[in-house]
């Protein structure tokens, strides 16, 4: 055992057994470099990582890899998920380097922490034009020993390369309509109009930007907008990027079709296409759009709902990170999918002969196969004709049936706050749209977790906890930022306000902890952590929102539940990115750009006051604000002076009944008792 026996995180744990001597992310690892003369091997991969578990196999349970590692190098482990800063650093000196990235990450580094030569994966013996590791490892201790000046020289220049990077858009006016609109038809242009989507292979889920597209429509009436999204939601939920057993999203497809999938299923995926899929069918369920689509969109939400429900939560009631895309395919060897792919005759083995002739057609399975070796990913093809909905059931509840009995994937227990503060989004919204209470209280139930084991008394976050024991990693911007969305979407649909007292909290260091006072941008690490090489700021969204801009989010939700006017002046402060990038690149800030539709249409107010929050009238009121499409909307509800939402003061009853109220940019609307005049003034 080497000394990441003692660490929590799942994928450091899987490295614990290595012959390599991996020290954690520590002063300490520096030290040992700088006190025996010896650089640094940083690498960096996660638990769900397929070529991280290949690069481990072939070359860090080698003893003779691990014998020259051991001598030559101190060598550091760190799981990108924990140290997401750590991560950011480093990647984003391997891309201006050699113009890619990826994980495995493999950066030499001096005692100084200061990078020098990169890659990503590396080989046990030279392919394709890449060194083997080996070679890679010579070639460093070569130049370590002979060529000292030259490494010290080339780690200098990169170093003040990446200080050069500092962003300063926060000063910037925020997006209008003339950006949302060159944002919109920068998209257009990059669409797939044949299979859905943007790009090509490989081909990602663009939760963020369909949800742009959701609000644009909502707010400009843009048909294009609505289109782009609903097609390409339908075309993913039919591809094979979801699991038409299951329920839940592969992180991505390999093909441009969405066929075959890149199987690790990450919490953050689920919890934003959930969302989005919840959102879909909410824009869509009054007016029947694209036959039948709002109803995929709610099977949808839902299964991913349960899918993470199912298999995500941890016994402490918060959500894990991933499902490893590798698992046992039943000789003992870890294969990619083998859980997931089916042939004919399994599918006879499990169904007899005539159900699987209909299985076979409905889900798409060939002899030939759509994977590897004559096996087929489960999809949903279109067909002519009318299937037996009982016996399509059927099918799919003894396929899945029998799927359990194979080796499951690996899970990776670790708790991410800000993964965990999108899944409380999500499951909150999901729950009350579709009336699963259980939904509901599953969201609370991470979010009591977040509060009693992330939140110290300070409400400073930690960003992991496994097991209920919490990490010792601080929190970054991401953490807070998406963490108060889920609180404040939790709040509106539960009416307690503790939800918004808590998201408060955690604004508060934003403002005070995460934003340059000057200029108004953000960075990723507080001003009071760890100092790296470079102190990280990325306002792209990847694959999750960047910190920068699900806090420009969160900021502007709490201004308009609370008037606080410092969180609305940061939120705008902080679109200024979007302003600059939105027309330019829109499909990296597509929640930058759904947070500009929200302040452009306001956002809208909604205080629902009823006698009591069980009240049917009320509930229906309730539920009637909470499906309004106006972007970003924010709801409370409550009782006629109560003080758990600042949006409930001076808010009576309207002759004894409940009634809703809509404000928006300092004007409010006449109140209401009448649910379709309120739906009417929500875009309803």
């Not at 991280?52 to 190098?73: G, K, R, W, Y």
């Not at 979007?578 to 690149?585: E, M």
């Not at 970003?632 to 109220?661: H, N």
């Amino acid at each position: 055992m080497n000394r990441l026996a003692h660490e929590t995180s799942p994928y450091l744990l899987q490295h614990a057994d290595n012959p390599v001597d991996w020290w954690p992310w520590s002063t300490e690892a520096f030290e040992e470099a700088r006190k025996t003369n010896r650089p640094v091997l940083l690498s960096v991969g996660y638990s769900s990582c397929h070529w991280c578990h290949v690069m481990a196999h072939e070359s860090f349970e080698d003893q003779e890899t691990a014998d020259f590692l051991n001598e030559h190098f101190v060598s550091v482990k760190v799981d990108r998920e924990e140290r997401p800063d750590v991560d950011a650093v480093y990647m984003e000196a391997v891309q201006a380097a050699t113009g890619q990235g990826g994980w495995p990450m493999t950066v030499f580094l001096t005692p100084d922490a200061e990078p020098f030569y990169f890659g990503t994966y590396f080989p046990p013996a030279p392919r394709h034009g890449s060194p083997s590791f080996r070679q890679v490892l010579e070639g460093v201790r070569a130049a370590w020993t002979d060529r000292r000046d030259e490494v010290a020289e080339v780690a200098g220049k990169i170093v003040r390369d990446l200080a050069q990077r500092e962003i300063s858009y926060g000063d910037a006016q925020v997006p209008g309509d003339e950006e949302q609109a060159r944002a919109l038809l920068g998209l257009t242009r990059e669409y797939d109009a044949q299979r859905g989507g943007f790009g090509g292979a490989p081909k990602f889920p663009p939760s963020m930007v369909v949800e742009f597209l959701l609000r644009h429509h909502a707010r400009t009436g843009a048909e294009g907008a609505l289109q782009m999204a609903a097609d390409t939601c339908e075309r993913m939920a039919r591809g094979g990027i979801y699991d038409q057993l299951g329920g839940g999203f592969a992180r991505y497809s390999v093909d441009r079709e969405w066929v075959v999938p890149h199987f690790e299923k990450m919490l953050y995926d689920n919890a934003l296409l959930c969302r989005v899929y919840a959102h879909l069918w909410r824009a869509t369920a009054r007016d029947g759009v694209a036959n039948g689509l709002s109803e995929l969109a709610r099977r949808v939400a839902l299964e991913t709902a349960d899918f993470m429900v199912r298999e995500l939560r941890t016994n402490e009631g918060g959500f894990a990170s991933a499902l490893d895309a590798d698992s046992d395919d039943g000789s003992g060897k870890h294969v990619e999918g083998a859980y997931y792919v089916w042939t004919p005759q399994q599918l006879a083995e499990v169904l007899g002969a005539e159900d699987a002739a209909l299985a076979a057609h409905y889900f798409g399975v060939t002899e030939e196969g759509t994977f590897e070796h004559g096996q087929s990913v489960l999809q949903l093809p279109q067909h002519e004709g009318v299937f037996d909905a009982d016996k399509i059931a059927s099918v799919r509840e003894r396929l899945l049936r029998a799927r359990a009995e194979r080796p499951a994937p690996g899970r990776d227990d670790k708790v991410v706050a800000a993964w965990n503060g999108l899944a409380v989004a999500a499951l909150a919204e999901t729950g009350a749209y579709f009336d699963r209470p259980d939904l509901v209280e599953a969201a609370t139930g991470a979010a009591d977790l977040l509060v009693r084991l992330h939140l110290d008394e300070q409400a400073r976050l930690s960003r992991t906890s496994k097991d209920g024991q919490v990490g010792a990693n601080a929190g970054v911007l991401e953490d807070y930022a998406d963490v108060a969305e889920g609180f404040l979407a939790l709040g509106s649909v539960t009416g307690e306000g503790v939800w918004l007292e808590f998201a408060g909290f955690l604004l508060d260091h934003v403002l005070a902890r995460f934003v340059d006072a000057e200029s108004g941008s953000l960075y990723d690490t507080a001003a009071d952590a760890e100092q790296l090489i470079r102190r990280p700021q990325d306002p792209t969204d990847n694959a999750t929102p960047s910190g920068w801009t699900a806090a420009a989010g969160a900021l502007l939700s709490y201004a308009a539940q609370t008037g606080a006017e410092p969180h609305r002046a940061a939120a705008e402060r902080a679109l200024g990115v979007v302003k600059a990038l939105g027309p330019r690149v829109p499909r990296f800030i597509g929640w930058g750009l759904a947070v500009a539709e929200a302040l452009l249409d306001g956002p809208r107010e909604v205080a629902v006051v009823g006698p009591a929050l069980d009240d049917e009238a009320t509930k229906a009121l309730h539920r009637t604000a909470l499906l309004g499409i106006a972007p970003g909307a924010v709801v409370a509800v409550g009782v006629p002076g109560s003080e758990e939402f600042p949006l409930l003061a001076d808010r009576p009853l309207v002759g004894g009944e409940p009634a809703a109220y809509v404000c928006r940019n300092f004007t409010c609307d006449a109140p209401t008792t009448d649910q379709e005049r309120l739906r009417g003034a929500l875009g309803g």
